[in-house]
């Protein structure tokens, strides 16, 4: 067993937190090196894209908005507290009584990933605790566990495969070889011309019994969530999960599947082999998605879908059918 830093830059960690948990826009907006300008100052916790809806009272979110169409959108998400946005749509918001702590410029969306890129590597804003590897854990020698990672009692960590921070894998867990979790997720936005990654500041949660087969990649929550797979899921080899994404208890995912961003599958759902999963999606408990299918609309509980693009399974097969 190897551990790796935590921390792969070289760089002074700044704590930016006030005593409530929160960041001020006027301790952060200078790091996006670009045309920022701050109108009203404010204080965020968390970052989000403005159509998520977030959970829990009290929650402070900045956000950012680029297009005058999702005005109605940023003005009814009552979690917002702070956005960045051009200076049009700040004049239009003003308008509509709510007020903000609001950055303006050119390109919104440019400004708010390179803070949250800031955020991610120079501060604490991301900063977690509690890495604690079990006695009774097996943990091949060739395994790579970064510096914040917890493993529970009885799991196993097979060959080479390497336990990104903010990893947390519960008790009698199975992780095969070959295996990457808490990998960065792959979200890209364009800076001067280049794309570039966004910097992911969350986790990943692997609960009690889950058993996960060789070459499987879990990415980590992006602003600062988990992604999730729930207790007793069985994952097959060759699985890619991304950020953000929740599998619930008892579900079943075949070799090969695909599963984008901000996906959440019920309990004791069957994903079959092969299958791609479009981002944002849900799948409804005990629901049953067919071998090869590709998935881009949601799935009801107990509905079984299958097809490219995923239907009702008695409608594909009628199809079928009637084509052959």
Same mark, same amino acid.
């Given at each position: 067993?190897?551990?790796?830093?935590?921390?792969?830059?070289?760089?002074?960690?700044?704590?930016?937190?006030? #005593? *409530?948990?929160?960041?001020?826009?006027?301790?952060?907006?200078?790091? %996006?090196?670009?045309?920022?300008?701050?109108?009203?100052?404010? /204080?965020?916790?968390?970052?989000?894209? /403005?159509?998520?809806?977030?959970?829990?009272?009290?929650?402070? %979110?900045?956000?950012?908005?680029? *297009?005058?169409?999702?005005?109605?959108?940023?003005?009814?998400?009552?979690?917002?507290?702070?956005?960045?946005?051009?200076?049009?749509?700040?004049? &239009?918001?003003?308008?509509?009584?709510? $007020?903000?702590?609001?950055?303006?410029?050119?390109?919104?969306?440019?400004?708010?990933?390179?803070?949250?890129?800031?955020?991610?590597? &120079?501060?604490?804003?991301?900063?977690?605790? #509690?890495?604690?590897?079990? $006695?009774?854990? =097996?943990?091949?020698?060739?395994?790579?566990?970064?510096?914040?990672?917890?493993?529970?009692?009885?799991?196993?960590?097979?060959?080479?495969?390497?336990?990104?921070?903010?990893?947390?894998? #519960?008790?009698? =867990?199975?992780?095969?070889?070959?295996? $990457?979790?808490?990998?960065? #997720?792959?979200?890209?936005?364009?800076?001067?011309?280049?794309?570039?990654?966004?910097?992911?500041?969350?986790?990943?949660?692997?609960? *009690?019994?889950?058993?996960?087969?060789?070459?499987?990649?879990?990415?980590?929550?992006?602003?600062?969530?988990?992604?999730?797979?729930?207790?007793?899921?069985?994952?097959?080899?060759?699985?890619?999960?991304?950020?953000?994404?929740?599998?619930?208890?008892?579900?079943?995912?075949?070799? @090969?599947?695909?599963?984008?961003?901000?996906?959440?599958?019920?309990?004791?759902?069957?994903?079959?082999?092969?299958?791609?999963?479009?981002?944002?999606?849900?799948?409804?408990?005990?629901?049953?998605?067919?071998? @090869?299918?590709?998935?881009?609309?949601?799935?009801?509980?107990?509905?079984?879908? $299958?097809?490219?693009?995923?239907?009702?399974?008695?409608?594909?097969?009628?199809?079928?059918?009637?084509?052959?």
């Amino acid at each position: 067993m190897q551990f790796a830093k935590g921390v792969i830059y070289d760089i002074m960690i700044t704590h930016l937190t006030q #005593g *409530d948990g929160a960041v001020k826009l006027s301790k952060v907006y200078t790091a %996006a090196e670009s045309d920022l300008k701050l109108v009203q100052d404010g /204080a965020f916790d968390i970052l989000t894209l /403005a159509n998520e809806s977030i959970l829990g009272s009290g929650v402070r %979110a900045l956000s950012f908005l680029n *297009d005058e169409k999702y005005l109605d959108v940023v003005a009814e998400n009552k979690a917002i507290s702070c956005i960045i946005t051009t200076q049009r749509c700040f004049e &239009k918001l003003a308008k509509n009584g709510r $007020s903000f702590g609001a950055l303006v410029t050119e390109d919104p969306k440019r400004a708010f990933y390179l803070i949250q890129n800031y955020l991610v590597v &120079k501060t604490d804003f991301y900063a977690r605790s #509690g890495a604690e590897i079990a $006695s009774s854990a =097996v943990v091949d020698k060739t395994a790579v566990l970064a510096g914040n990672v917890s493993v529970g009692e009885g799991s196993v960590i097979g060959a080479n495969t390497v336990l990104y921070d903010n990893v947390s894998i #519960g008790n009698n =867990v199975y992780i095969g070889a070959n295996c $990457s979790i808490g990998v960065n #997720g792959w979200r890209v936005f364009e800076n001067d011309g280049k794309n570039t990654s966004v910097l992911s500041g969350g986790g990943v949660v692997i609960e *009690d019994d889950v058993n996960i087969q060789h070459n499987t990649v879990i990415e980590k929550g992006v602003f600062g969530g988990d992604t999730v797979i729930g207790q007793n899921c069985f994952v097959n080899s060759s699985v890619l999960i991304e950020h953000d994404s929740i599998i619930g208890r008892c579900s079943k995912v075949a070799g @090969g599947v695909q599963i984008a961003g901000r996906v959440t599958i019920g309990s004791d759902a069957w994903i079959g082999l092969g299958v791609r999963i479009s981002n944002g999606i849900t799948i409804g408990d005990h629901a049953y998605v067919c071998i @090869g299918s590709v998935v881009t609309k949601d799935v009801g509980a107990g509905k079984k879908v $299958s097809g490219n693009f995923a239907v009702d399974h008695e409608k594909n097969l009628a199809f079928i059918k009637k084509i052959r």
